[in-house]
């Protein structure tokens, strides 16, 4: 019979594929239960729409056992589901006429745990297992014959389906952005018809509390062994939009759903997860770490580092903050929140007159957009301006007249009696006189000898050429060199600019887009160029 032991339990599988649960340990000298695992499948021949189910469950103590009579052994204990289908270590109809529900355990490989084998027929309308001494337990001991010390299992048994966390967006008011979630669904290639219960979380509540099987939201797949992620996620969209539509938008993508606040609150944070614990106790986890993180975050000076960094760290700090409110999460989840709080703190960036964005006006550069350093500084600057008054337009490509004018900013605006050159260039542009100084001082020359063709876009090789030659003018150390031949398209540099090239790969101003490509033909955009002359100015200070 062929056993898929990722697969799903039926009709009612609440937790995720594996279940670690910890005890207290004890003084005594006997051995006593530290956790459980359990894991689901099914297989074999497919009868009046079902198949093989069965429970993988693994009990562990904390020193090596003994077990005298595996069926004695089992037989001592009570193994219920859904405390009406008793699992006996005799086959028995007791759950459908088409496969017969019967148990087994045997000692673990690490001799400190004793596995259960569990099957029980046609799928059940939930899964919840209990397994008890029925009076004393005498056949599973220590090595010096003490009996164990046992510690009831009662939990809902895992389905496989599960849901990952990708992204949460935390609400703010300020900036009008609603809170948000982004979950992957994951379902075994096989699985059997299920009722699923899914916590939709708050701040790490569940919105509009729980009900008696510990959810707020219970989904219903009725279609046999035909599960799949995104069919589930399509589905998914029904029972949360009758459930939360009224103040949540859903959408899904594939095997992803997204939910979303209609309304944006300060420090919002959602999530979506599996059922995942026993609904008769939480995770039972050490949040020590986690407050200690919380507490730190929360006592920082916002004023004393730049909104972004800030902006960002407070960010983590809701979601921590959300770990720390709910039962939900397991010790791996909430060490993970802790390193991510403390590694935002670690990130966080001390207000200077350069870095200071607490005036920075341009909306389209996001808090967490990677070239924010690099735009803040050089508006700080002066190096760069709006395209608008609230807009910087990061990604529109620079043009040559754009980059001769960051570099006229650059040099203190020095004025030039020099005649103008070019007939494409005309009086009263922004960058006129920018261009009359470049090309005065040699910075640049015409694309022919009366033509400058300001607005076309600029390559990365005219770029490093216009950086060389403005270098020149500064009389800096410009004999800085790198070969070149690493590169697969080194060859499709104008002779004009490779020189300029090697020097400027060599100051690591222009790196190539990948190992083998320098890409010298292709353009640069507004916020590139901006994180290009960050480090520049930054390599000479006293030239910027």
Known sequence: MKKTYAAVLVFLMIVTACVPVSFAGTESQAPAVTDWQVSTGHGGEVRNG????????????????????????????????????????????????????????????????????????YAPYASRLTIAPKDRITQITGTDGRGVEWKNVDLYVPNGVTFTTLSQTVGSSDEARPASVTTKVTAPPDSTRMMIHVLFLRN?????????????????????????????????????????????????????????????????????????????????????????AVKTASS??????????????????????????????????????????RERIGKLEERNEWNDDSAFPFHDIAMERWSRGAVVYAFNRGFFKGTSEDSFSPELAMNRAMLVTVLYRMDGEMQTDADMPFTDVPEGAYYYDAVK?????????????????????????????ILYRYSNYKGLDVTASIPLDGYQDAGRIGEYALTPMKWAAAEKLITGISEVELSPLTGATREQVATILMRYSQKYPLNS
Not at 316 to 330: D, G, K, N, P, T
Not at 437 to 465: C, H, K, Y
């Open 50 to 121: 079902t198949d093989d189910q069965f429970i993988i469950m693994t009990v562990s103590f904390d020193q090596d056992i003994l077990i005298a009579d595996e069926k004695k052994a089992y037989d001592e204990l009570s193994v219920m589901l859904n405390n009406s289908i008793l699992i006996t270590s005799e086959e028995a109809w007791t759950n459908g006429e088409d496969w017969p529900v019967h148990g087994s355990l045997k000692k673990g490989p690490d001799g400190k745990s004793v596995v259960f084998d569990l099957h029980y027929g």
């Open 204 to 292: 790490g509540e569940a919105v509009g509390g729980t009900d008696s099987y510990g959810s707020n939201l219970t989904t219903h797949f009725h279609d046999y062994l035909t599960l799949t992620a995104a069919g589930y996620a399509d589905l998914f969209k029904g029972w949360f939009t009758n459930a939360f539509g009224k103040d949540y938008d859903i959408w899904i993508n594939g095997d992803e759903i997204t939910v979303t606040a209609k309304a944006a609150a300060d420090g919002e944070v959602l999530d979506l997860r599996v059922f995942a614990w026993p609904q008769d106790r939480d995770m039972q986890t050490d949040k020590h770490s986690l407050d200690e």
């Open 300 to 341: 920082l000076d916002p004023s004393a580092y730049t909104v972004a960094s800030y902006t960002l760290m407070k960010d983590q700090l809701h979601r921590a903050e959300s770990v720390m409110a709910s039962v939900c999460y397991s010790q791996d989840e909430v060490d993970q929140a802790a390193e991510a709080l």
């Open 437 to 465: 100084w470049a090309s005065s001082n040699s910075i640049v020359n015409g694309m022919t000898p009366d033509s400058f063709w300001p607005e076309t876009d600029l390559t990365r090789e005219q770029m490093a050429t």
